[in-house]
């Protein structure tokens, strides 16, 4: 489906404006988005490698299968579809409901331990982030992974502002 062109021109003005690789020059000589390192420590997986393999045995048919095992301790499902009984089996398929053991995604942005409790944005404790950062302060770290100085906090709220309105039509 094709975007009508003053969706598209939208669009290209606010990926302007929030382009993480380029600074956005907002007329008061500043730039409105600068990258800096991630000041909090996201390590949350434990030091040190977790790779390796696990060797599984299916006792249905007897054969043998390596699965590889990441650096962080994940297993990729899909290996596990090579487990099969014959041509018209499809593989072992996991089972998990309520994605109690089910990592959809590797991601820097979030960190979530549901049996400990544990919820981090960029390697901050969420129950900081409400206590201590604005709406704003945290949707600029979740982006671009700092929070932001002052002077980039007052860039960020003036470019958001200016792209908040509702447009005409709608």
Known sequence: MELPERVKGRLAVLSAHLAAGDPVELGKGSPAIERWCTSADISAAPHGSLKGALTIVDERTGKKYEIPVSDDGTVKAVDLKKIATGKEDKGIKLYDPGYLNTAPVRSSISYIDGDEGILRYRGYPIEEMAENSTFLEVAYLL????????????DWEFAVSQHSAVPQGV
Request: net charge negative.
């Open 143 to 154: 982006l671009y992974g700092n929070l932001p100085s002052e002077s980039q906090l007052s």
